[in-house]
């Protein structure tokens, strides 16, 4: 297995989900996918093609707020990266934690510094903000002039 | 029915070398559930990333983590020279690996020697601590600095390993090796260090993959990933050396990937010295005019597995958004399979097995009652209560 093969099998599986397929070198590349697709584009990643979970990257952009859910293929070096751009007005993506613990906390991280909910969360408490930290302010999010 | 117990952990803990709370929630001796709090260390270093120059940065992501200082830079440098398409010297190759390994070998030795101390062992905490001396006394010879050596930068390395500095270097591991020997030995061969790890804090290979776990967690449980070998950079690829890995999944595994590595460390470190002699001294770094607009994902083995570093850049001289992510926040995580189930006396070790750290994700134990709330044992009396065992078993 390569990177194209991961590329390509999500692509024909996912055809109706995968907004945009950038390979930047042959082992890393971006999958931007439509944010309701995450669960089952994630599950198949996860699951049958086996890629471990790094970490995910939000980012406050003139777009919205983008997530980069950072995979990788261990037995080729490759990482694949989830790509998807929620609206500022309501951003909401269901969480994945239900399916592996490993996006437990930075999901809750992610909803304090940026305020992204995460849906169906099965542990919604507070991480690092815990009782020393204003409601309702989202440290990371930034002002676009 | 049995009373149940809170204990918690920290924030402030002799167990911890940082701030953290974790809440032991007890039945009598055994461990139900544990809870924990962070946010004591939230630095917002990512954020403060973003005001700096990719140089400044650098000394920045030296001190997320005290204790593997380099492990940070080193993935950092990865992520801007791959946005910015950077090949670097074998040279500064070579140097970067040294640093990495010596630093692989020093928090190793301080793993062992907290390890020791837990369990009672003080004699394994005094040698692994004196044997840690001269590897630092390297660092100081190397860089200036025994901590925080600021040797990466973009492009290569800041300073250069002098040929005439390889003696040294190699005599010093060698001496390293006979030492390193009795260590190994004393803490491998112990029936009561076995009584004590073996079965203890167990992680099976789906929890490790549930989790997400790295670095010698996930390869003491049949897990065998290691960025060194699985996406090679710096001299990595140019050496020849093996994954250690251990199947059984308990502290005792984890302890022995640990000490078996250090020996895969000097190997590399030995390897990577010779590389030297044959490149030219001083050519230890490529001019670097402008990092393109892109972006770069690094990452690199740490001594308590990969630690990963996202740049994305605008074309400008500092990062547009830099995300950093340490080993211990998969690792620390896995707490609530590897404690749960446990003696509060096996809960310290337990949770010392992963080797967390808190600076790079922020932590710390106390005993609460279940029922009511009030508090119980501290971290001190949690240790007591450890190297009683130890002691109990020594006079069985």
Redesign the interface.
Known sequence: MNTDDILNSVKNKFSADVLDVFK??E??AIITIKPESILPVAEYVYKDLEL????A?A?HTRKGFEI?Y?F?K??????V?LHVVLPVEKPEIESLSNM???T???EREMHELYGIVFKNHPEPE?????G?WAEGVY??RREFK | MVKKTLIPIGPYHPLQEEPELFKLYCEGEIVKDIKWETGYNHRGIEQLSEKKTFDQSFFLVERVCGICSTSHPFAFANAVEEAGNIEITNRAKYIRSIVGELERIHSHLLWVGLAGHFLGYNTVFMWAWKYREPILDLFEMISGNRNSYAMFKVGGVRRDIENNKIPKIKETLDKFKKKNDLLVGAVMDDPVIHARTKGVGILTKQDIIDYAAVGPTARASGVAIDVRKDDPYAAYPLVNWKVITAEKGDVFAKAEVRLLEMYESISIIEQCLEGLKKEKEGEIEVKVKNIAAGWGTGHAEAPRGEVFHYVLTDGSNSPARHKIRAPSYTNIATFKKSCIGQTISDATISLAAVDPCYCCTERMAVAYDWKTGERILNGNELIALSAEKTSKLKNK
């Open positions: 930047k070198s082992t890393r471990r979970f790094i970490i990257t980012n980069l950072h990788t261990d037995s080729i070096g490759s990482i990266n592996f613990s490993a437990n906390w930075i507070k991480l690092i903000s815990e020393n440290p990371y």
